[in-house]
């Protein structure tokens, strides 16, 4: 749509200025994009920390020797990248609150 024939609509948040209403649905679309991604990374982080009790559970039950180390070093790597992907999560929302702010 050409730049002159956009509907602008004045917005209460916006300090009284016109936001064109494509920026609208952007933003609308950004932030159920973000709702989106935030399930994602939670769902992720589930999953490494399910992935690690499953490990520790499965040494714990094996009678072989060789079989209980491999379940736990996959278990301590699951918690490592558990981890990592919190510490990351936190990195991240520092930086976005940065932005914000």
């Known amino acids: 749509m050409p730049l002159l024939q956009r509907k602008l ?8 200025t016109l936001v064109a209403d494509n920026e609208i649905v952007c933003s609308r679309r950004g932030a159920i994009q973000g709702a989106v991604m ?10 490494y920390e399910a992935s690690a009790v499953e490990c520790e559970r499965l040494a714990l039950l094996t009678a072989d020797r060789s079989r209980q180390a491999v379940y736990e070093h996959l278990a301590e790597h699951y918690r490592y990248l558990a981890t990592s992907f919190r510490e990351a999560l936190v990195m991240h929302e520092a930086a976005l609150a940065k932005l914000v702010n």
């Open 9 to 16: 609509t004045l917005l209460p948040s916006s300090g009284g």
């Open 38 to 47: 935030i399930e994602v990374q939670e769902k992720r982080l589930e999953q």
